[in-house]
């Protein structure tokens, strides 16, 4: 005689609340992290405050923001802007998802961390 068959109900763990992160970057990062902290219903940790962030390395942030925030304001005078726009745009171009060429070398930007 078989024995009967017993059924095991799953038992569904809670599911981990969802992370938010966000850098303090200008032009409303921190506006788009709190709508989609506020529907997920959690909290947004900024990485780039304490106590996620050493203290070194929020030295390094700050200071690269400032040398950021002064070429972005300087690249919109006349005569030097242009090359500074320039500049801005090299640091900060995202390559095409499907390029047509190998991008598996380190760019300008990764170059530029891994000297940091």
């Known amino acids: 005689m078989k ?3 017993r059924v095991i109900e799953p038992r569904l763990e809670p599911s981990p609340k969802p992370i938010v992160t966000s850098v303090e970057m200008g032009y409303g990062h921190l ?3 709190h709508a989609l902290a506020t529907e997920l219903g959690t909290e947004i940790l900024h990485v780039d405050r304490p106590p996620l962030v050493a203290p070194e ?3 390094l942030w700050r200071a690269s923001r400032r040398v950021y925030e002064i070429t972005s ?3 919109q005078l006349p005569v030097i802007g242009a ?3 320039s500049f801005l745009e ?3 171009d995202i390559p095409h998802l499907h390029p047509q060429r ?3 070398a380190p760019n300008f930007q990764v170059r530029s961390l891994q000297r940091l």
């Open 57 to 59: 390395e929020l030295r």
């Open 102 to 104: 190998d991008l598996s």
């Open 83 to 85: 090359p500074l726009k």
């Open 73 to 75: 304001r300087a690249s």
């Open 90 to 92: 090299s640091l900060t």
């Open 31 to 33: 506006r788009a992290a």
């Open 3 to 5: 024995a009967p068959l």
